[in-house]
């Protein structure tokens, strides 16, 4: 099954354009070419690679829009998926095409030009252009796809085969020019010529392709494993609505689920359990957890506090629990150094859990240190539950334990004011220790330091409290930072 | 004479304690770097006033730090009570606002008591709750001229299971030790009435 235009088709079908020439694009090598056309554009003579300047040459009212190639990687993979309903052997074949070996499985659908007939409704049904080549071999089919559509008969290959051009048995370009300046056009020509010679031009790649598409060499079809999927379901024959119930069905629920997250050396990070009541209402109970997990019990507890805040309603009688997201887990041995050296460990994680199951995963925090002598960039915030511990803190100079948004005072000239009202205190000015110039980065812009360059000053009131004071000689003015103490 | 500061610092375990004044931030930092493994902070997210972590680097290493942004006081508290009953981390710092009713500060003491481990509240002046097992006062001490400029006093204003008392204290940030300075002439409480 080879789709000649499914990224373009794909674009369509969210926006159609009615028949306007349209066409997708992909800037290579610093220039924006063609990546993939509709029908009504390739028949105003524009082909894949031009260059868009060219083809607005061509067709100044050609729609476009860009490219998006690992969409495409997904829609061509969703594709398979559906593929699936013809026969369960079904491969991707390059960029657009799928290939399925339906050996004995077309008899379910009526036969071979009835499974054909059936692919080809369901795709025009959808909004894709598709090119159907059905062979004995897997080359046969890709030939036939690609050039001059059909079914071979079964058994004499080089009859349907021959009088089809070279490029149909996926030959580099170059190949495939060489090969028609000697004359051989076809595929018909090229098997009545000595393989020898043949072979000692070319080198194997022509002959081994020819005996692919012929069926004289086997070429097997790789079906794509179906990712795993982590979800599992409990029906009750009765509804169910205390909060104990529900737990025991979440836990009936979590060993299967860990079992198969176990075998795939997973853990999960996301998980919901969806309650779906009686009355046809659904509820989903969400958990984050702070640390990829697959085990079944400390998982348990965690669901808790969620569970308890579901509304049963006049009952629940269906449970499903699925890993929304996994991440990969190895197996770690118990008691092992990993388990016993990491900081905090499991219980730590545990408990980030709970806490992030209350006001967010993402409020639970920690400091890493950033490359910057500019005090509030000097360190960053990450999530602790997707970040690890880091070290190098290097304060060369004292820095206050409180920092907030410069607050300003009213005091003029380079030295510190002797007095000065902060926050409605009056402060007295007893020590000062400074000034500590930092200079704006001027290589990234922040609207903060649009002052300019600062005079940290550190000092002491004899009211107690320790503060961090500025002054800007560019643009004069004072302002409180940071408190030490 | 006041007590030996060594009864009353690190602060008891399994019980709640509170610290209030200007030097409240420090003493938690010096508290924390006194302990061993994580510790959780607790603030509440509009307030503005952040720990600036190359400060706290002075006193103890922040890669210890977690810091929980709980949307409001009651927020705070159900956190800073997970976090105590479960006992994973050893000391939890808790930013108070609001004053505390006899059940909340209550309730920290048992999940304290339950998880083994110290809580401390760093609550704004005048606004303890009677539950606390200490209450502190911290606030920076102008040093005389040519010492350097850590010096802190701290005075224990409640104390439910001893005596009250205050030292002058000073932290040494290149050996990470807290030295007590005598004290020069000074009686316990002279400076502010035992509250």
């Keep these: 099954m080879w789709f000649p235009r499914l990224a373009s088709d794909r674009a369509l079908r969210a926006r159609p354009v009615d028949g306007a020439p349209f066409a997708l694009l992909l800037t290579q090598a610093n220039a924006e070419r063609l990546h993939c056309l509709n029908a009504p554009a390739e028949a105003l003579g524009l082909y894949r690679g031009m260059s868009l300047a060219d083809a607005r040459a061509f067709c100044p009212d050609l729609i476009t829009a860009p490219a ?15 593929a699936t309903r013809y026969c369960p052997w079904v491969g991707i074949e390059g960029q657009d095409a799928l290939v399925l070996d339906v050996t004995g499985a077309t008899h379910l659908h009526g036969g071979e030009a009835a499974i054909l007939e059936d692919m080809r409704a369901r795709a025009t049904r959808a909004g894709l252009s598709l090119r159907l080549g059905l062979g004995d071999t897997r080359g046969a089919a890709w030939a036939l796809a690609h050039h001059g559509e059909g079914a071979a008969p079964p058994g004499d290959g080089l009859a349907t085969l021959g009088p089809l051009p070279v490029e149909a048995l996926r030959l580099a370009p170059d190949t495939v020019t060489g090969l028609q300046r000697l004359g051989l056009r076809r595929i018909a020509d090229l098997a009545a010529t000595p393989r020898a010679p043949l072979a000692r031009r070319f080198g194997p790649e022509p002959l081994r392709r020819l005996d692919q598409a ?6 097997p079809v790789t079906p794509e494993p179906d990712p795993p999927h982590y979800g599992v379901r409990l029906s009750l024959p009765e509804p169910i609505g205390r909060t104990e119930d529900v737990m025991a069905g979440a836990a009936r629920l979590l060993e299967p689920l860990c079992a198969k997250l176990l075998a795939q050396e997973a853990g999960a990070r996301v998980l919901t359990l969806s309650l779906r009541r009686v009355d046809g209402g659904s509820q989903s109970v ?9 085990d079944a019990a400390r998982i348990l507890p965690l669901f808790a506090r969620g569970v308890e805040a579901a509304e049963a309603g006049f009952g629940i009688d269906q449970l499903r629990l699925e890993a929304t997201q996994v991440e990969a887990l190895q197996v770690q041995q118990l008691g092992g150094p990993v388990a016993a050296g990491a900081a905090g460990g499991p219980a730590l994680d545990d408990l980030v859990t709970r806490i992030g199951t ?25 999530p602790a539950a997707f970040s690890r511990a880091a070290t190098g803190w290097h304060a060369p100079r004292p820095r206050p334990l409180r920092l907030f948004p410069p607050e300003p005072i009213a005091a003029t000239g380079p030295r510190p004011p002797g007095r000065f009202r902060w926050r409605a205190m009056a402060l007295d000015t007893a020590r000062a220790t400074g000034p500590e110039r930092i200079a704006p980065e001027w290589w990234l812009p922040d609207d903060n330091w649009q002052r300019g360059v ?19 000689p560019q643009q004069p003015g004072w302002f409180v930072q940071g408190e030490f103490a | 004479m006041s007590a030996n500061l060594s009864q009353c610092f690190p602060l008891r375990r399994s019980r709640v304690h509170e610290v209030c004044g200007p030097g409240a931030t420090s003493f938690a930092a010096i508290l924390a770097a006194r302990g061993t493994g994580p510790v959780l902070w607790v603030r509440q997210g509009w307030d503005h006033q952040a720990l600036h972590p190359l400060g706290l680097a002075r006193v103890f290493d922040p890669a210890r730090l977690l810091v929980a942004q709980a949307p409001g006081q009651v927020d705070a508290l159900a956190v800073s009570e997970e976090a105590l009953r479960d006992g994973a981390v050893p000391l939890v710092v808790t930013e108070i606002v609001q004053p505390l009713d006899l059940r909340q500060g209550r309730r920290l003491q048992l999940a304290a008591k339950a998880g083994a481990t110290t809580g401390l509240c760093l609550i704004p002046e005048g606004m303890g709750s009677n539950a606390t097992e200490t209450r502190w006062h911290a606030a920076p001490r102008l040093a005389a001229e040519g010492e350097d400029s850590t010096a802190l006093r701290w005075e224990i204003i409640k104390n439910k299971s001893g005596t009250l008392g205050a030292w002058d204290v000073r932290w040494d940030d290149t050996a990470h030790r807290l030295h007590v300075v005598p004290p020069a002439g000074e009686r316990p409480g002279s400076a502010r009435a035992p509250g």
């Design chain 1, 68 to 82: 998006d190639p690992p969409r495409e990687a997904r829609f061509l993979s969703t594709l398979r998926r559906w």
């Design chain 1, 214 to 219: 012929l069926g004289a060499q086997p070429e």
């Design chain 1, 286 to 294: 969400e958990l984050r957890l702070a640390s990829p997990m697959r």
């Design chain 1, 358 to 382: 209350r006001i967010g995963l993402e409020n639970v925090q920690r400091f890493l240190p950033a490359d910057s002598h500019i005090p509030e960039r000097a360190f960053s915030i990450a």
């Design chain 1, 454 to 472: 600062r005079d940290y000053w550190q000092v002491e009131t004899r009211q107690g409290r320790r503060l961090w004071l500025f002054h800007t």
